[in-house]
């Protein structure tokens, strides 16, 4: 049972362009939301969160959505950058910390 | 943002050895460590919560008297991999929750397993 659900395993866009992730979650009781960014052999890099009592959170080039009603959100990078190249997971969280993964979107961003 | 540490960052034993990973926090103290593990080319999977000065909780489906954990101060949790046989090749990784930030996680680099 995959309460967490990226279904879009690879991206591909040109450098400068909107990069836009996906994912979708079953669970109503999570309450916080993360993605992560993670190089092969590294362990995760925590990009931005958002708390389930909001819609929207901003850090730089970072912005996540959040979709209550559709139980979706999404993590936008504007502009893309080659160093963005990447596997992006999105991660979801209850009270007791838990976090559960996606299957991870693999980004690669063009020159 | 806070550094976990973790070590060995490689690791490669024969069949039947028992391994043992470190997780660190380096920066805070941490009352609740994870241990994940990933499979090449797929997600995350929780293994255990760690929990300082207490026993660990296993998810469903992993051996607890396989996969041994320890967290004996509030800076260090330790994964003991019992036994190992070559299904237990993978990469391990820990994380730690920051107290002052209690919904942010920060991941160590990983510890790649191969037993031969």
């Known amino acids: 049972d995959q309460q967490v659900k990226q279904n879009s395993p690879s991206l591909s866009v040109q450098e400068g362009r909107i990069s836009i992730l996906n994912c979708d979650y079953t669970?109503?009781?999570?309450?916080?939301f993360l993605w992560y960014k993670k190089y092969p052999a590294e362990g995760p890099t925590f990009l931005i969160s958002?708390?389930?009592?909001?819609d929207k959170n901003e850090d730089g080039r970072f912005t996540v959505f959040l979709n209550k009603s559709a139980k979706h959100l999404s993590l936008h990078i504007v502009p893309s950058q080659p160093g963005d190249s990447a596997v992006y997971f999105c991660?979801?969280?209850?009270?007791?910390?838990?976090?559960?993964f996606g299957q991870g979107t693999t980004l690669q961003v063009k020159p | 943002g806070a550094v976990v540490s973790q070590h060995p960052s490689r690791v490669i034993c024969k069949s039947g050895t028992s391994v043992k990973i470190e997780c660190r926090s380096l920066?805070?103290?941490?009352?609740?460590m994870f241990w994940y593990r990933q499979f090449p080319k797929q997600s995350l999977m929780l293994m255990a919560t760690?929990?300082?000065?207490?026993?660990?909780?296993?998810e469903q489906g992993v051996e607890k008297d396989k996969f041994l954990i320890n967290h004996a101060s509030l800076t260090l949790s330790t994964l003991t991999v019992t036994s190992a046989h070559p299904e237990d090749s993978s990469f391990y990784i820990c994380?730690?929750?920051?107290?002052?930030?209690?919904?942010?996680?920060?991941f160590g680099p990983g510890t790649r397993l191969t037993v031969l």
């Open positions: 991660a979801a969280s209850m009270y007791t910390g838990k976090l559960i």
């Open positions: 669970n109503s009781m999570f309450d916080y």
């Open positions: 760690s929990n300082e000065g207490s026993k660990a909780t296993y």
């Open positions: 958002i708390s389930s009592i909001k």
């Open positions: 994380s730690a929750r920051d107290p002052l930030a209690t919904d942010t996680q920060y």
């Open positions: 920066d805070f103290q941490a009352t609740t």
